[in-house]
């Protein structure tokens, strides 16, 4: 069974920086696609970025379009750990941030993804 644990959200001011991290145990770590996700209180959960695994599209990037520019997804596969580098927040950002594994190797807003985190919550002050 693969287990995802996220780590890294808190509070920060608007303009600020965080960076997320997700570790992905449990599972051939290289071979899943990885995916960040967020819900904020009242809204569905939406789709914040993606990287497929280096089989399928060599590690391809994929942003919503009110991330991109500003967030930065990446991986260290020896580490079994997906990063989310958030730059220039806004008090739209606030979410709790989920990672998700998806058994694929693909990554997007269209992709299955079986294995979640519990999240970890970002909030932005203005």
């Known amino acids: 069974q693969v287990q995802v644990v996220e780590s890294g959200g808190g509070l920060v001011q608007a303009g600020g920086s965080l960076r997320l991290s997700c570790v992905a145990s449990?599972?051939?770590?290289?071979?899943?696609?990885m995916g960040w996700f967020r819900q904020a209180p009242g809204k569905e959960r939406e789709f914040v970025a993606g990287i497929s695994s280096m089989y399928w599209s060599g590690g391809g990037t994929y942003y919503a379009d009110s991330v991109k520019g500003r967030f930065a997804i990446s991986r260290d596969n020896a580490k079994n750990t997906v990063y989310l580098q958030m730059n220039s927040l806004k008090p739209e950002d606030t979410a709790v941030y989920y990672c998700?594994?998806?058994?694929?190797?693909?990554?997007?807003?269209?992709?299955?993804?079986?294995?979640w985190g519990q999240g970890t919550q970002v909030t932005v002050s203005s």
């Open positions: 449990g599972g051939t770590f290289s071979r899943y696609g």
């Open positions: 998700a594994a998806s058994k694929t190797g693909r990554a997007g807003s269209w992709i299955s993804h079986e294995y």
